[in-house]
C-alpha cells in the first residue's frame, strides 16, 4: 500500500478538521452571494480553491468557515452578519453534504452520517466593535471562535502586522477573552502579535486556537508562532494549526514579498494597489525575479517542528484556502490534504498521530472549551462592560 493509499483509508475514519477557509468572502467579492453563479455542488477550479466534489477528495470532514470582513468596511457588525448567513445558505443548499456545527458532539454526529460538519470563525475583533453584547449575538448565530485581530490593530489588541499600540490586550481585550471563555468561543491567535498571544495565554482558562499560523522558527514572519508560546500549548490545551500560505511558510517568499513591496513603493504606489499601473510594475518585478515556491515538504518542516516543541497533541491544519492568492506547488486547493498526510506519512509519522492532526485534535480542544463554558456559565454572569468603562 502507498503512502497516499494508507492516509485515504485513515481519512476515512479520522477526516481532516480544517481551521480556515475564506470561501464565504470570495463568494461575496465574486458573484456577491449568487450561490447559483458559484455552484460548490460541481467543481469550481476557475474560480475557487473550494468545492463539494474537492472537499470530498481532500478528505475534509469539518470546516472552519472563515465569516471574515475587511478592517476598512464602515460598517463590519453588519458585513459580518451577511457573511454568516452565507454560510447558513450554503448548508440550506447543501443538507446532504454539509451539516451546521455548534459543538464537539455536532462534529462527531456530522462525522458518522458523512457530511462535513461546518462551523464559522469571525476573523478580526473589528467584527464585534467593541461591543460584548455583539460577541454574545455573533456566538448565538453560530460563531465558533473569534480571531483577535487581522491586519490591522484593534483598540483592545494588537495585531501582528501593524505598529504595537496597547502592548498586546488592553483590559477590555481580557475582558473579550475572559468573555468568550465563557461563552465557549475559542479564542484565536493567528494574525496576533506575539504580546497578544502571551497575553491572552495568560488570561484564558480554557485552550486557545491558531486558526491557521504556522512556526516562526522555520519561517520568521511575524504571522508565525514563536517556540516560547508553542511550548505553553500543553500547558493550556489549545492547538496550532499550520497554514499554506507561501509567504508565511517559505523564507524565500518572506524576502522576495518584502523586496516586492519595496519596489512598488519605489515607484510610487502602495504595496497592496492592483490598479493596471501598479500591476505593470510588479509584473515586470515578478519577470526579473520569479517568485520562489513553496511546497508540501515545506508545509511538512512546520509541522515536524510544531510537533518537537508542542507535541503531536497540539496541532492541526488551516489551510487559508480562498483566502490567499498563491498555494504551494502540490497543495493547490481543499483536494490536496492527503498529499500533505503522505509526506508526513513517510516523515515517519504514525496513522495515531496523523489522526490526531486531522481530526482529534480539534474536537477534543473544541469540547474542552465547552466544558470550561459550562462551569463558569453557572458561576460567572455575562459580562456588560464596557472599553470605555476598562481602557478609559
Known sequence: MTALEAVRELLAEFPVVDGHNDLPWALREQVRYDLAARDIAVRQDVHLHTDLPRLREGGVGAQYWSVYVRTDLPDPVTATLEQIDCVRQLIDRHPMELRAAFTAADMESARREGRIASLMGAEGGHSIDNSLGTLRGLYALGVR??????????????????????????????????????????????????????????????????????????????????????????????????????????????????????????????????????????????????????????????????????????????????????????????????????????????NSDLAKLTWQNAVRVLDAAEDVARHLRATCSPSNATIESLDG
Open 145 to 350: 471562535y473569534l480571531t483577535l485581530t487581522h491586519n490591522d490593530n484593534v483598540a483592545w489588541a494588537d495585531s501582528a502586522t501593524d505598529a504595537p499600540n496597547v502592548g498586546g490586550l488592553s483590559a477590555f481585550g481580557r475582558e473579550v477573552v475572559r468573555e468568550m471563555n465563557r461563552l465557549g468561543m475559542l479564542v484565536d491567535l493567528s494574525h496576533v502579535a506575539a504580546t497578544t498571544m502571551r497575553d491572552a495565554l495568560d488570561t484564558s482558562t480554557a485552550p486557545v486556537i491558531f486558526s491557521h499560523s504556522s512556526a516562526r522558527a522555520v519561517c520568521d514572519h511575524p504571522r508565525n508562532v514563536p517556540d516560547d508560546v508553542l511550548e505553553r500549548l500543553p500547558g493550556n490545551g489549545g492547538m496550532a494549526m499550520v497554514t499554506f500560505v507561501p509567504k508565511f511558510v517559505l523564507q524565500a517568499a518572506v524576502d522576495w514579498t518584502a523586496a516586492a513591496d519595496d519596489n512598488m513603493r519605489a515607484h510610487g504606489f502602495h504595496h497592496l494597489d492592483t490598479t493596471p499601473e501598479a500591476m505593470k510594475v510588479h509584473a515586470a518585478f515578478e519577470e526579473r525575479r520569479p517568485r520562489p515556491v513553496a511546497t508540501v515538504s515545506t508545509v511538512a518542516d512546520h509541522l515536524d517542528h510544531m510537533r518537537e516543541v508542542a507535541g503531536v497533541d497540539h496541532l492541526g491544519v488551516g489551510g487559508d484556502y480562498d483566502g490567499t492568492a498563491f498555494t504551494p506547488e502540490g497543495l493547490g486547493d481543499v483536494s490536496s490534504y492527503p498529499r500533505l498526510l503522505a509526506e508526513l506519512h513517510d516523515r515517519g509519522w504514525s
